[in-house]
């Protein structure tokens, strides 16, 4: 793409850059959006029920399945003899992730067969009949268990270094030892797990999925039924939530559904209850951070030497990458000297973790939140004090350099900070809090302002690509297809803009079509906050393509020069004449114009090598801070998030409307992740918050009271992104780590500030209060 065509594509008004709604809201509102369970299904479709099992970690002696092959309605049992081709979903080189277990179990719920029925609820009642006769294997639940029996890896971990850590340590003024443990989190998408299978001819498979990866459930498919990939045909139109939970684990579903739907030529549908989601289904991998700081009496950090424990489960998963993103974003948005850092993704015997929103970047930010809150209690100082003190410089400053060695060229975080602290009255209310807080016997308040600095890339370099479909038909209607899916985000919206943009027409002119690999191949996952950066490039180079030959059939049909060709308004503009849209596309047809083009676009300037630690893994990084206000009562633990002001950098934003509500939804999730959803496996490995009546996600009245988000209007990407945007997907979810800082300082005036509460994340109410009670006896 040459310089004038970018400056062109980010100048132009149109469609892009306004407030449009969600292609979709209205239809989510009313009711009538359709799912996969809405769907009409093919006549004789049946239904897949999986069969759990009741042990952590153990070998199967016998299996007798007899009892629910009986049951009148019963088509079929499935188990792992039965795949076609390979037993293997693995998302990862390691080939360690059974569709069906097969001789051992390694986690509590693990699937070891699927009943297929007439119905859902037959296919649901027989696996519930089987008779399973295990041997018991020793367990490993718990991070801290892993790591006491020698800390069995299921991938390799990663390194990253830069300058001596160790020395620095040993030489800096202060120096002081922590460790804190992070919570998971389940996804609680509103729409579970679901697949459709229906059988074609020959060896040909059509799968509607509820998938962020439509080509990986494509291979997925194909190498377990051991067809090619042109055989399989992966469709998903939208999905009710993602969150990362719907990018590997769904290929367990679609396997099964293929399986059957192949060996019984009729279509086969999976939907596994709430319940049964919950416990066979992968989560946020939760973290136990070890962390040894140096730094001065000032509070700027000499050094850092932190270890990244993680609870990744039975099976490899994406857990190394996700490790890796932690490792990335334990600097937060702090310049360490001299730093060392080291991930440990520990194998368990529980359900295999995976994608969630943030990909790991959370966890590893939270560990470097705690470690500035540390320091600020040692010192007897505001912790936004030491926040700022550390923040990475200015290009060339030689305090822009990441533990990755990637040079920092965008940063703007002193602005960002610093505007969020005047607007939000930030240092006036705090010090009214410490003044209440003095007088006050039951009800304690505290305040936080913290900053979000998230990487926008994956760090896998070859994901970094996508493809576009576009058509324009005789009427002058367009066709839009890209490899990018639905979740609720806007995607479709965003990318349909671009679209609209690009020839200055209505938005109502495109028509956005369901996700299929049967149109764009090979695409990677909706994630890591790439989808619109990704699939709206390269729905606007499809765009280019036409528009080229639009404007050279015009040249030469009206004799004139290209430069004398605009499309403006749902007109083209020819010299002086005006002509509208759909009549220029009429006798573009006409003269045999090609109206179809297929786009792509690939990230430019990245690359990293993961042996030696080092490389530029990001495009650009996005920006955000947060004030958050709490109470809490110091009886019960019990608080109150009393208000929170935002102020975050999505760039030039490509619609306004969509952005603040990702960053609002973002940040109750995050609230939710470091406040209430706690996950609970009892000493069987059993999990036991798996049903809304165990495991608490954020309500509308747990938002904050008052909730004042912005948009830093004034910022554009440095970088050539799609109209200068910059991602929101994941950045916003980091915003509440405010909270978490809030809620310890109101812990913290127990004891006149002079200790970190050391509160691990969720802080439920119950652990606030046990951390009162630990300041008051310690303090006595």
Not at 602 to 625: E, N
Request: glycine share 8%.
């Amino acid at each position: 793409m040459d310089k004038s065509t970018f400056e062109e594509q980010t100048t132009i008004a149109g469609p892009m850059h306004t407030r449009l709604r969600h292609d979709s809201a209205h239809k989510h509102v009313a009711g009538t959006a359709d799912y996969i369970d809405d769907m009409p299904e093919p006549v004789g479709t049946l239904h897949g029920a999986l069969g759990l099992t009741d042990r952590a970690h153990a070998e199967i002696l016998e299996m007798d399945l007899s009892a629910v092959a009986a049951l009148p309605g019963v088509v079929c049992v499935l188990t792992a003899s039965d795949m076609p081709h390979s037993n293997d979903i693995s998302p990862s080189h390691l080939h360690d992730e059974p569709v069906l277990a097969e001789g051992r179990v390694q986690f509590h719920g693990q699937p070891a067969f699927a009943v297929i029925a007439e119905t859902r609820d037959i296919a649901r009642r027989a696996a519930r009949l089987a008779k399973i006769t295990y041997r018991d294997l020793p367990l490993l639940l718990d991070v801290t268990d892993a790591m006491a029996q020698g800390g069995e890896l299921v991938t390799q971990p990663l390194t990253l270094q830069r300058g001596d850590a160790e020395g620095e340590l040993e030489r800096a003024p202060r120096r002081l030892k922590g460790r804190m443990r992070i919570g998971g989190q389940e996804h609680f998408y509103l729409e579970g797990h679901i697949a459709l299978a229906i059988p074609g001819e020959d060896d040909e498979m059509t799968v509607w999925s509820s998938t962020q990866h439509p080509s990986e459930i494509q291979h997925m498919v194909a190498h377990v039924l051991g067809v090619p990939s042109n055989a399989v045909t992966v469709n998903v139109r939208r999905m009710g939530g993602g969150f990362g939970g719907k990018e590997t684990q769904g290929n367990q579903f679609a396997a099964l559904a293929a399986v059957a739907a192949r060996k019984l030529r009729r279509a086969v549908k999976f939907r596994p209850d709430r319940d049964d989601d919950m416990m066979a289904t992968g989560k946020r991998h939760d973290f136990l951070v070890d962390y040894d700081i140096g730094f001065d009496d000032e509070g700027r950090i000499h050094a850092v030497h932190a270890n990244y424990a993680a609870r990744c489960g039975y099976s490899s998963d994406l857990s190394g990458p996700v490790t890796d993103r932690a490792l990335f974003h334990a600097d937060s948005s702090y310049f360490y000297p001299h730093v060392k850092l080291t991930s440990q993704p520990l194998k368990t015997n529980t359900v295999s973790n995976t994608a969630y929103r943030g990909f790991g970047g959370p966890q590893g930010m939270v560990g470097a939140e705690r470690m500035i809150e540390e320091i600020a209690y040692a010192l007897g100082k505001d912790p936004l004090e030491i926040r700022k003190l550390n923040f990475y410089g200015e290009k060339g400053s030689g305090r822009d350099i990441t533990p990755y060695h990637q040079k920092i060229e965008d940063n703007i975080i002193h602005r960002i900070v610093g505007e969020l602290e005047v607007n939000a009255d930030y240092q006036a209310r705090r010090t009214a809090i410490v003044d209440f807080n003095k007088s006050s016997r039951v009800i304690r308040k505290g305040i936080a302002l913290t900053p979000v600095k998230f990487g926008i890339s994956f760090t896998m370099t070859a994901f970094n690509q996508a493809g576009a479909l576009v058509h324009i038909y005789q009427d002058g209607s367009l066709h839009l297809n890209h490899g990018g899916t639905e979740m609720g985000q806007g995607l479709y919206t965003k990318v349909a803009q671009v679209l609209g943009d690009s020839f200055q027409i209505d938005i109502d002119r495109v028509k956005i079509t369901a996700t299929t690999t049967g149109k764009v191949p090979n695409t990677s996952a909706t994630a890591a906050s790439s989808g619109s950066d990704l699939n709206g490039m390269a729905a606007f180079d499809a765009a280019r393509q036409i528009k080229d030959r639009l404007v050279a059939f015009a040249a030469e049909r009206w004799q004139t020069t290209a430069e004398q060709v605009t499309f403006v308004a749902n007109h083209v503009k020819i010299g002086e004449e005006l002509v509208p849209f759909a009549d220029f596309i009429r006798q573009a047809y006409t003269g045999r114009v090609q109206l179809s083009a297929a786009g792509f676009y690939k990230t430019p300037k990245i690359h990293w090598d993961r042996a030696t630690g080092r490389g530029t893994p990001f495009y650009y990084f996005a920006y955000g801070a947060a004030v958050s206000e709490v109470s809490i009562d110091t009886l019960t633990g019990e608080y109150l998030v009393d208000r929170v002001d935002v102020l975050h950098d999505v760039g030039r934003s490509l619609n306004p409307a969509i952005d603040l509500g990702q960053i609002e939804g973002g940040f109750v999730q995050g609230m939710g992740w470091l406040t209430t959803e706690e996950l609970w496996w009892d000493e069987k490995g059993r999990l036991r918050t798996h049903a809304p009546s165990t495991y608490k996600i954020p309500l509308a009245s747990d938002r904050p009271k008052i909730f004042n988000v912005r948009l830093a209007e004034w910022s554009e990407n440095a970088e050539k992104t799609i109209g200068r945007s910059k991602a929101v997907g994941e950045p916003p979810f980091m915003l509440p780590i405010s909270v978490l800082e809030a809620l310890s300082m109101a812990v913290a005036s127990i004891a006149g500030y002079r200790e970190c509460p050391r509160l691990d994340a969720p802080a439920t109410p119950e652990r606030i209060l046990m951390a009162i009670e630990r300041l008051r006896r310690s303090h006595v």
